[in-house]
């Protein structure tokens, strides 16, 4: 469903502009859940993204240790990479400790929970995600097409601004569920194929 | 008010005092009806704004996290189907505008850009969370809500919601009139009930008070009062009733008491006055003791204060209470207590002496201006009585300084003493002082006297009638090489030589100036000049023996070395004249040398005349190195000699002029022997030659008077006489010349008498002119 309008899309882009003027004057410093100027190093903004989202998806118990373990997200993307070490190193998500782990194959997924993978990655893609089938893995990646090639949520920009997409239906089979709010907020909501 | 309520009738009281309690249980029994109702229509509002700021928060979360206005807005405007919400807010964290509802009443339009409401504290977002809650206020009639919204532990925004409450408002105030109309009935309602049943209660009293009306009027208390329930009214009436007829029955009693009571009185009245007038007796004689003791107190010599120091006792009693234990030391650090202290002294009475001592007009003087009897010293008097006093010491001397009050200064001694029978409150004390003044002024004088003692060079010994030293000085002590403290108790002569030690008592004491020799401690001797004098009583008997001495040793020393300069000086006064008149002696031969060779009868003459004169000079000088005192000669003596000598040399016997020398004792100087001795000279060789020429014989006297206020000098003849045509005055001869010049010298003036003979007289004052009478 890609339910974008010319009308809805002026509408935002004005918002965007007034909140940008806002931010300008009152950046945050403690608070990730706001949008992210866009003089920001795109992978900043993404980490960011990927944060927020994280607070919004439920993984089953077995995906975890213990009650205490931490949330394992796993970066496969040099840049990306150091903007999340940056910006989140210390932070937590649903009562537990957020890990950053940078990966440079996916053999070394082992107790991941979400995985970010990088533009570089694209052409990999078919190698990659066949092999997370099954896996309570969240796939999240700003490239064009990634949910049609089997990823979970997609970023993209538009009107300088980060959106996504989500295919629900993948997600659920990987045993994981994501919040309604986040749907509402979503541009485009994939339940099938 | 309360009087007004008070002298109201029973029957308005009951019906005021029912209708008040009816009132007032009415009119609260409304309020908290309307209270309640409004508070829990206001609950229900809050209670439905919290669920719903519940729902709308949680909603709100994923739009605040991503940034998303328009979800935001969307689920606000969710609200539209609650009419009561009338705006809505969310706010970042930063508490920046993120959402906005708000809804348009018809005809009302709220500003667009109302910022979003605040609660009165300013609680931060962040206060919030750590809280939990959220927060509810009033403000312009609606009821506002503010809410976190958190995520994760994290606060992502503020909802604040706001609720109408005018409809809540309209219904209860449509309810609070119906409750009022309500009341109102009631009220009316309770009024007529109350007013007719308060006559139960007020009927009988009304009648009781009729009839004890009726009773005081007439006097008449065989009334009664029927009875018409059993209540506490009912038994009022009875007790009423019973009343009247005890006061029937009393009243009866009363007449006869009353009867022996009047014949009581009149035998007790006699019996007072027998008491009266032994109690009169009583009171005279105590009248008379006490104006004895009056008497005594204001007449007494010595100055006395009657005080009252009550209340000092007071403040002392308080001080030790609060824990102090060392007076001195508080008194000391707190001049101010002092001050207050004395503050506290309530002064009864003080007496003559008292008025006298500090030469005040009269008491009233006195009291009037304490402030200046009493100095900065008598404060610290005052002080060492208040520590001594703390002490527990019911007498107390003190010595210090008081002012009279013409401003002098008085020394006294103050002692005083709480009266017997007072010690336990200290309301009667006596202060009795003593002047020491004139004692201290006395001791000062002393004190000068005794350093004068001190420091004088003259030794001062004092001792008793027994000779025993009973003071001595250091200047004594140490002239005679003792110490003070060795002379003290000896005997006086022992400062004396032994074989000069003259015995007491005093009787024998030689008194005024002497000189005489003492002995020191190391056996020397010395010479010294003494005053001693007997010190007697009032009544001149002899008390004591005070004795100055002055050591004379260098005054001894110089006179000896004066008289020996003395014999030295008239030794070379006796040379200096010796020689004058040896030398006067070879001028006299080498004229007479001269004349030989001079043939002119003339001229030999005038040096002849000129050699006399030198020899009378000579003659002077040598009887003063004969005399005794060089500087005076014997006139007497000298004239004798010299007219002897004068007429051998001018070959006059003495059967033809005959020489009476008339002269009195006297001495003269030198200076006016010289002059008087040549006057002799000229006149008498003046006679020789002219006054007796030929063979004609006759005597020349030669007179001097030494007189009280002048002396006189005559040389007399009873010769030719001058020639007639000699003035005197215009005298041209040298004789004469010499003559007057001489007695100018010394001050005389010439007379000159022509009486069968010629007279010259001399007369020069006595004063000044060197001549002394021999004694």
């Known amino acids: 469903m890609t339910g974008r309008g010319f009308e809805p899309r002026m509408r935002r882009c004005a918002l965007y502009i007034l909140a940008v003027a806002q931010l300008l004057l009152h950046l945050p410093v403690d608070c990730l859940a706001i949008e992210v100027p866009y003089e920001y190093p795109e992978a900043r903004v993404e980490a960011a993204f990927v944060y927020n989202l994280a607070k919004f998806v439920t993984w089953p118990e077995a995906a975890f240790r213990s009650p205490r373990s931490p949330l394992v997200l796993a970066v496969l993307d040099p840049e990306m990479y150091e903007a999340a070490r940056d910006m989140l190193a210390g932070r937590t998500v649903q009562g537990r400790s957020l890990e950053i782990r940078q990966i440079f194959r996916p053999d070394q997924l082992d107790g991941a929970h979400l995985l970010f993978i990088g533009t570089g990655e694209a052409a990999r893609l078919e190698q990659i995600l066949p092999a997370l089938h099954g896996r309570p893995l969240l796939t999240v990646a700003a490239i064009d097409g990634f949910i049609d090639r089997g990823g979970m949520v997609e970023l993209f920009k538009s009107e300088r601004k980060i959106r996504f997409g989500v295919q629900l239906q993948t997600i659920r089979a990987a045993g994981l569920d994501i919040s309604s709010e986040v749907l509402l907020l979503a541009s485009f909501v994939r339940r099938g194929r | 008010m309360r009087k007004a309520f008070r002298d109201l009738s029973i029957r308005v009281k009951l019906i005021i005092l029912m209708m008040l309690t009816s009132g007032s249980v009415l009119a609260l029994v409304a309020g908290t009806f309307l209270t309640l109702e409004l508070r829990s229509e206001s609950r229900e509002v809050e209670a439905e704004l919290t669920s719903l700021a519940g729902v709308i928060g949680f909603n709100c979360r994923a739009a605040l996290v991503f940034a998303d206005r328009s979800a935001a807005e969307k689920t606000l405007d969710a609200l539209k189907f609650r009419p009561e919400v009338i705006g809505a807010w969310i706010l970042t964290p930063a508490e920046e505008p993120f959402a906005r509802y708000e809804r348009q009443p018809a005809g009302k339009l709220r500003s667009a850009s109302a910022a979003p409401p605040r609660p009165a504290s300013q609680a931060t977002p962040r206060d919030l969370v750590a809280a939990g809650g959220e927060t509810h206020w009033l403000e312009d009639g609606s009821l506002l809500l503010r809410r976190p919204v958190i995520l994760d532990d994290e606060l992502v925004g503020i909802l604040v919601l706001r609720a109408d409450l005018g409809e809540i408002r309209a219904r209860v105030s449509a309810l609070s009139t119906a409750v009022a109309a309500v009341l109102l009935f009631s009220f009316l309602l309770a009024l007529l009930l109350a007013s007719w049943l308060q006559r ?103 100055p006395l204060w009657e005080e009252d120091y009550s209340a000092v006792k007071l403040y002392l009693d308080n001080l030790r209470r609060s824990g102090i234990e060392d007076f001195a030391a508080y008194f000391c650090s707190r001049p101010d207590a002092v001050r207050e202290c004395a503050q506290l002294i309530r002064i009864l009475n003080v007496n003559q002496a008292t008025v006298r001592l500090f030469r005040a007009a009269s008491k009233h003087d006195l009291l009037g201006n304490l402030d200046r009897v009493f100095t900065a010293e008598s404060y610290a008097q005052f002080r060492e009585e208040l520590v001594a006093l703390a002490q527990g010491r019911t007498r107390v001397e003190v010595e210090g300084v008081n002012q009279t009050l013409d401003g002098d200064r008085r020394f006294v001694k103050m002692q005083l ?201 000579a003659l002077i000088h040598a009887k003063l190195y004969q005399s005794k005192n060089l500087s005076q000669i014997n006139f007497a003596e000298y004239i004798e000699e010299f007219s002897r000598q004068l007429r051998s040399l001018y070959n006059v016997s003495p059967k033809k002029v005959k020489l009476v020398l008339d002269i009195d004792a006297v001495y003269l100087d030198v200076d006016v022997a010289i002059p008087c001795g040549m006057i002799v000279n000229e006149l008498l060789t003046n006679a020789l030659k002219y006054a007796f020429p030929e063979e004609r014989s006759g005597e020349i006297r030669v007179v001097l008077r030494s007189e009280l206020s002048e002396t006189v000098l005559s040389v007399e003849d009873n010769g030719v006489g001058l020639p007639p045509e000699i003035d005197m005055a215009r005298v041209e001869t040298l004789g004469l010349q010499l003559v007057r010049g001489l007695a100018q010298q010394i001050n005389g003036t010439v007379t000159v008498e022509q009486n069968g003979g010629t007279r010259v007289v001399i007369r020069c004052p006595a004063a000044g002119s060197g001549m002394q009478k021999s004694v």
């Open chain 2, 200 to 302: 139960f209660i007020s009927r009988p009293i009304v009648e009781m008070t009729g009839l004890m009306g009726e009773v005081s009027r007439a006097g008449n208390y065989g009334l009664r009062l029927a009875r018409r329930s059993g209540d506490e009214v009912g038994q009022l009436v009875s007790g009423f009733n019973n009343m009247l007829e005890q006061i029937e029955e009393r009243d009866h009693r009363l007449e006869e008491a009353n009867r022996l009571l009047e014949q009581r009185v009149a035998g007790r009245t006699e019996e007072l006055s027998r008491a009266n007038v032994g109690l009169g007796r009583l009171l005279e004689e105590y009248r008379q003791t006490e104006s004895r003791f009056r008497s005594l107190f204001e007449n007494s010599p010595v």
């Open chain 2, 417 to 617: 003493s709480v009266v017997p029978g007072h010690e336990e409150t200290w309301a009667e004390v006596i202060v009795s002082l003593v002047d020491l003044t004139e004692r201290r002024q006395a001791e000062e004088s002393l004190r000068r006297l005794g350093k004068a003692l001190e420091t004088t060079r003259v030794g001062i010994t004092i001792s008793d009638l027994e000779g025993r030293i009973v003071f001595t000085n250091s200047a004594e002590a140490s002239m005679h090489g003792y110490e003070i403290e060795e002379l003290l108790g000896q005997k006086v002569n022992l400062l004396g030589p032994p074989e000069l030690r003259a015995e007491f008592p005093a009787a024998n004491v030689e008194t005024g100036q002497r000189e005489s020799l003492n002995l020191r401690k190391d056996g020397s001797i010395f010479p010294v000049q003494l005053v001693s004098d007997l010190v007697v009583d009032a009544g001149g008997n002899p008390l004591a023996v005070v004795t100055v001495c002055e050591d004379i040793t260098e005054r001894k020393e110089t006179e000896a070395r004066l008289r020996a300069s003395i014999v030295e000086k008239d030794v070379l006064l006796k040379e200096v004249h010796h020689r004058v008149k040896n030398n006067l002696q070879i001028i006299s031969s080498l004229l007479n040398l001269q004349m030989k060779k001079i043939t002119e009868a003339k001229t030999r003459a005038e040096l002849n005349a000129t050699r006399n004169r030198i020899r009378s000079m």
